[in-house]
């Protein structure tokens, strides 16, 4: 593992927005105008993500690299018009390509999992009601707990895992969910194992895009936690 934080910038066609991915560290994504402030961006968010580099046992190895001031751009490469349109990682990359072995593989799974148990510890402490835009608009906590559930069981099927559908105010049971994302990571490893993408996605990309909506959506919740004394 790099002792400096490795990034491929993602262009949308427009040149709108970049997109700077941390490809060692799932879910470690972050967009912006112009390159330099993707990547400043992704570096300002170090410490938002030092919590499940730790959760997935990866402590040190992080910490080595928020250590040093220098990044190391090691592909660009480019986006869609989604990209330009969200400021959202939405195209592959020639690294989310390569193969990967079966302990690489473990551990990008480690640290998807590790963006899940960050991602309930903070819907366990947020209020229940979230804070609104100017106009009054966005998702209570519930919403978006349940918007990122169905979301990612919709990619979920790409590697065979169908789950019941429910409504739009219905969450899973603890246990229906943890039982789900253990069917997720295992579908993820037999088809790794067959040599498999996930229909059009390589396992990479699947791997580290679930990470980053988790993670994209545990830090909106702790940005508009309304519980006193969190911030």
Same mark, same amino acid.
């Given at each position: ?46 410490? !938002?993500?030092?919590? #499940? ?5 990866? =402590?040190?190895?992080? *910490?080595?690299?928020?250590? $040093?001031? &220098? ?69 209570? !906590?519930?919403?978006? #707990? ?5 979301? =990612?069981?919709?990619? *979920?099927?790409?590697?065979? $895992?169908? &789950? ?68």
């Amino acid at each position: 593992m790099a002792n400096e934080l490795r990034v491929a910038l993602e262009i949308g066609p427009r040149g709108k927005k970049v997109v700077a991915v941390a490809p060692d560290w799932p879910g470690l994504e972050r967009g912006a105008k112009t390159e330099e402030a993707a990547i400043e961006r992704l570096r300002s968010y170090l410490s !938002r993500y030092a919590p #499940v580099a730790k959760l997935a046992g990866m =402590e040190e190895a992080f *910490a080595a690299i928020t250590r $040093v001031d &220098t990044v190391e751009v090691i592909e660009r490469y480019p986006g869609t018009g989604s990209t330009d349109f969200w400021g959202i990682s939405f195209a592959f990359s020639e690294i989310d390509r390569l193969d990967m072995s079966s302990e690489e593989l473990e551990r990008e799974l480690a640290l998807m999992q590790a963006c899940w148990v960050f991602f309930d510890e903070v819907r366990s402490r947020v209020s229940e009601q979230m804070q609104k835009g100017p106009r009054g608009g966005g998702r209570d !906590r519930n919403q978006i #707990v349940g918007h990122v559930i169905r979301v =990612e069981q919709d990619w *979920a099927t790409k590697v065979g $895992v169908s &789950t019941p559908q429910t409504s739009q105010d219905a969450l899973p049971s603890e246990d229906d969910l943890q039982a789900y994302r253990d069917a997720y990571c295992n579908a993820i490893r037999a088809f790794h194992a067959a040599g498999k993408p996930a229909r059009t996605w390589p396992l990479r990309y699947l791997i580290r895009h679930t990470a980053f909506h988790t993670l994209d959506h545990a830090w909106e919740m702790e940005d508009k936690d309304l519980t006193v004394g969190v911030r």
